[in-house]
């Protein structure tokens, strides 16, 4: 039986957005690249800012 490979671990180092011919382009760690549109992009940046908030209060949470 083989074990499982251990779970992924988070990255510290931010992604870099750019636009370019109209599309946003984000840069990610280990060579992610993914390309949306603007309105994709903004859905996905509010998502992002209200995800990190969670984990910060969870975080906080966890050391109280």
Same mark, same amino acid.
């Given at each position: 039986? =083989?074990q499982a490979?251990?779970?992924?671990q988070?990255?510290? $180092?931010?992604?870099? +957005?750019?636009a370019? $011919? ?9 060579? %992610? +690249? @993914? =390309?949306?549109t603007?309105q +994709?992009?903004?859905? =996905?940046?509010?998502s992002l800012?209200? +995800?990190? $908030? %969670?984990a910060?209060?969870q @975080?906080?949470?966890?050391s109280?």
């Amino acid at each position: 039986m =083989t074990q499982a490979p251990p779970p992924p671990q988070p990255h510290d $180092d931010p992604g870099i +957005a750019s636009a370019e $011919d109209g599309v946003v382009i984000l840069d990610g760690p280990n060579g %992610l +690249a @993914v =390309t949306m549109t603007a309105q +994709a992009a903004a859905r =996905t940046g509010q998502s992002l800012i209200e +995800a990190a $908030d %969670l984990a910060e209060k969870q @975080v906080r949470d966890q050391s109280a």
